[in-house]
């Protein structure tokens, strides 16, 4: 059962429902809403996280009187943490069960898949990633949930160079999303000053990158960064004896994940935005309702899907019940102040994330410490 008040909460930013729908709950046609999200497969550390979020907010806003009395239905689809099934399960959503927005994909190789044949029809996209391919600028419904691959390498620097002064950097990234965020931190490498000694890839799913960690580890970097979507390269790097700090991106910061690196898992440090243990102040009612359904603490994964779920609520109230898929993109183009962060869906970027809105976070024994670094 949720905590009394967290109708409140579910309107943050908002006004999303009349008093009397308050008063009586949701019981209108369903507003459906389909979400792709990698359940199974390497991904499965992201998917499992924005289930849960997605499906609080979902509770929350229902019970609270849904949007102007229609409930609210998402409808969950596992992609397997393949491009081609993420596409396939797009098309069932969007003509057979005819949703009025996706949420997801969780992978960015999904999500570019996806992003193609929902644009194509103007239906609105709120991804889990961020800012991919440049292809995806020219898209008018496509909106990113999370930080540009860009923001994310500059967020990595700052705390690499201004608090542990490094100069030399070693890279340990997968094929994808690590790929990605690699390719950002090449833009940027030359203003922050820094020489990236060792760059080694590894296959999205890889089991073991002992050999890659190991040329890493060789080339005597002041920190390593390990950008992946999987436990297996953080444990690796511990295992061929990497002693240096690892930074990593926030594609890796769920407790899933953490699990999975066992007792290699501390000292890793995140640029990421919500840190459970120790949350901002607008983020303590959500992280409050979360551990009261769930037993656990939520992190940024959760807070994005929750967030997803009352972007569409909102617009949806604000574009009317009669609103097809491109007035409903339209009415999301603007500002948001979400529990992960402020967005701003009519930037550039289809985020308007800044700079300033990182924490930054340290594992200590399998927990994360908020710590005292800020940004700009």
Request: hydrophobic residues 40%.
């Amino acid at each position: 059962m949720l905590r009394a008040g967290l109708g409140t909460l579910a309107l943050a930013g908002a006004t999303i429902m009349s008093p009397m729908a308050q008063a009586q709950g949701a019981t209108g046609e369903p507003l459906k809403i389909g979400a792709i999200i990698s359940l199974t497969g390497p991904g499965a550390g992201l998917g499992n996280p924005q289930r849960q979020g997605m499906l609080l907010a979902e509770k929350t806003i229902n019970a609270a009187g849904g949007v102007n009395g229609r409930p609210i239905r998402i409808l969950i689809e596992d992609d397997g943490s393949k491009p081609d099934i993420a596409k396939s399960k797009a098309e069932r959503l969007m003509y057979d069960e005819k949703v009025s927005a996706i949420i997801g994909p969780s992978l960015t190789a999904s999500t570019g898949a996806v992003a193609a044949i929902t644009n194509a029809e103007g239906l609105p996209t709120l991804c889990f990633t961020g800012l991919g391919p440049r292809i995806e600028l020219t898209y008018k419904s496509l909106f990113h949930l999370l930080p540009a691959q860009d923001l994310n390498a500059k967020a990595m620097l700052e705390y690499s160079t201004k608090e542990l002064k490094a100069k030399k950097i070693g890279i340990l990234h997968d094929t994808g999303y690590g790929q990605v965020v690699t390719n950002q931190l090449n833009v940027h490498r030359q203003a922050y000053g820094v020489e990236f000694v060792a760059i080694e890839k590894f296959e999205v799913g890889a089991s073991d990158v002992s050999a890659q960690a190991a040329k890493v580890r060789a080339a005597s970097p002041d920190v390593v960064f390990v950008i992946a979507t999987s436990a297996v390269p953080f444990r690796n790097a511990r295992q061929v004896k990497i002693e240096q700090p690892i930074v990593s991106a926030i594609g890796s910061s769920t407790y899933d994940y953490v699990r999975g690196f066992g007792e290699y898992a501390d000292n890793i440090i995140y640029p990421e935005f919500v840190v459970g243990e120790q949350p901002k102040d607008n983020q303590k009612a959500f992280v409050e309702a979360f551990q009261k359904e769930y037993g656990s603490l939520p992190k940024n994964f959760e807070a994005a899907a929750w967030d997803s779920v009352h972007i569409i609520a909102k617009a949806a109230a604000k574009a009317g019940p009669k609103a097809g898929s491109k007035d409903l993109a339209a009415a999301m183009r603007g500002s948001y102040p979400g529990v992960m962060a402020t967005y701003d869906f009519a930037k550039d970027d289809m985020t308007g994330i800044e700079l300033s809105s990182y924490v930054f976070s340290k594992l200590v024994k399998g927990k994360f410490e908020r710590l005292s670094f800020t940004t700009k």
